[in-house]
């Protein structure tokens, strides 16, 4: 059936994306915009992309116009150098400088490069300035472990919703055609309209000095927002319904819009990532219009159709919604009684989980030849594979020092606190990113691992579940924290005790 544009009217037709493909969006519906109201969205869509790139990042989510899953970027706290992000590693972007030595007329400096490709670019580059220069024949590829790293990202604020109300309506447009066009979301429309032109514009966040352009479109946006007397109608949601069913992927997008057709509210609901929640009411459906709901789960790992999302409908209103009284009202209490922070941290644990599964999984499959191997043998392929794990290794180190730290904090052993950190001291200056003593933590932490792996396998035990243990919980913290603090204890005369290497 021909379609025409829900913003003008006019013959609709261009690819859009009903879930945008920056988060990981396959599908395509060619019936909702004309090709200018669908490129007037690109501005709202670039900005929750942004929003969301470290988590999408993090994830692994690949985009749909990408052939590589999402990269983020982020400030590496210690040396304030952008370092990149994705789901397989942290690295810098540029070559480091490591050090510097004067060597008669000129210096040896010590690089470090991002990769290989950057390497044979900084030569090429040397080359081409005609720098006299000599490479020393010593090139060596060594991870790096960063520390934390610094990620700013204000979630949400007037264009995140905007484009949270975009695909809302995108998808009420879809599941219910008609009512789309019948003039019902005409007020809702021109606020998406309008917060869309102040994100086209470069104004979602507040210019020291604003051009002509965006002063206008901020001001349209204002009489958009009259209708709704004056706040955006659609909001953030801490209360979403208890007895939905849980979003069938594990990271799971949800939308949901519906109409209740006893008084004609029409609503959407969205869950990113099963976590940040939002509502709104996008307008009053026509007299008799049917009660309905469509509920869509969104696979944001999925690579493609048919199996990247799951529609479920309805023939009541159970995600109706209720506008509050202040649309700000729910997040500032929200952001008051640590609601919000709670969202994200949990999140962001439920992430760290499925990292380490991925991780024991790739691991587990690595360590089969082990049960056939001689002793020998496997102590040198368990070797090699913890090896690789530096980052995963440095932070079960850091976990446990950080975890003791704050008891020896707490029973006021403050005084002795500087033993800890020196264990894992970083040092920009070197290589790796650690100092020489957090070089021996992180070489006693991986012998410790290699032989318990060693130990368990021996024993017919190293499945799975149990690399996934020993790599990110309890049983790997005890393993770690013991090697670590042995060299300390020793110093007090003290053995570990176990309790105390829990953490
Ligand atoms: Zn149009």
Redesign the pocket.
Known sequence: MART?I??G?AAGSGEHVFPAALGGRRVNSGI??P??DNSYSGLVYEIAGQLDFLNAYLGVRPDHSSQPKTAFAEHTLTGETVSISAKEIRFTKPRIISRTPVGEGEAVELSFPDQQSAKQFIKKMEACGHEWAALPKLSARPYITGSVHHKRAFGGACGLGAIAYMTQTFFAQEFPEVARSGALTDFINYTQAIAKVAALGGCEQQTEEREALIEARSALTTALEPFGGTAPAWWDFSPPADARANKFEFGHRVTVGIDGSDGQIYGRVALFSALSFSMRLGTAPQGSATREVTVDIDPLAEHPPHDINKHQVLSAPGRVHVPEHATQGLASAIADGTQQRAFTNLLQRLEEHQLLKLAHAISKALAPCATLSPLEAHALIGKVIDEQPQQIWRLVTCFVEGLKEKWTQGNLQAITPILDGLIAHDVQSASGLSQQAEVTLALAKAALSAQMEEDCAAGLLNEARIAELMGRGPGLHVVGQAVLAPVLEVFGESPRSDEVRG
């Open positions: 544009c913003v003008c006019l915009y004309c200018k109201h």
